[in-house]
């Protein structure tokens, strides 16, 4: 069994910045990869960013490439979101959510990832 601990959200004005924290514990840990998705109000889980544990790879939503960042830091068990010139229209409750399997890894797709956190809730004003 693995927990996956979010933390870092907030209100924040728009063009503020934040940064998310999942930390993963459990089960030794040893992912095939990492994301990050949000849902906002009324609309479906949409993906956000994602990262590959061994290489590092990233991948974003088009709507947050060039203001987010993802990263990891492999010791701490823990991938980070950073968050910078936020709009109103990232308001969402955002998720981590971790791989641990073989099977083929679709970094976009909620499907692929087998654990998820709680969400921490991100609000940002106008």
């Known amino acids: 069994q693995v927990q996956l601990v979010e933390s870092g959200g907030g209100l924040v004005q728009a063009g503020g910045s934040l940064r998310l924290s999942c930390a993963a514990s459990g089960r030794t840990f040893s992912p095939y990869a990492m994301g990050w998705f949000r849902q906002a109000p009324g609309k479906e889980r949409e993906f956000v960013a994602a990262?590959?544990?061994?290489?590092?790879?990233?991948y974003y939503a088009d709507s947050v490439k060039g203001r987010f960042t993802i990263s990891k830091d492999n010791a701490k068990n823990t991938v980070y979101l950073q968050m910078n010139s936020l709009k109103p229209e990232d308001t969402a409750l955002y998720y981590c959510?971790?791989?641990?399997?073989?099977?083929?890894?679709?970094?976009?797709?909620?499907?692929?990832?087998?654990?998820w956190g709680q969400g921490t809730q991100v609000t940002v004003s106008s």
């Open positions: 959510a971790t791989d641990l399997s073989d099977d083929p890894w679709y970094p976009r797709e909620p499907a692929s990832y087998d654990y």
């Open positions: 990262i590959n544990w061994k290489y590092g790879l990233t």
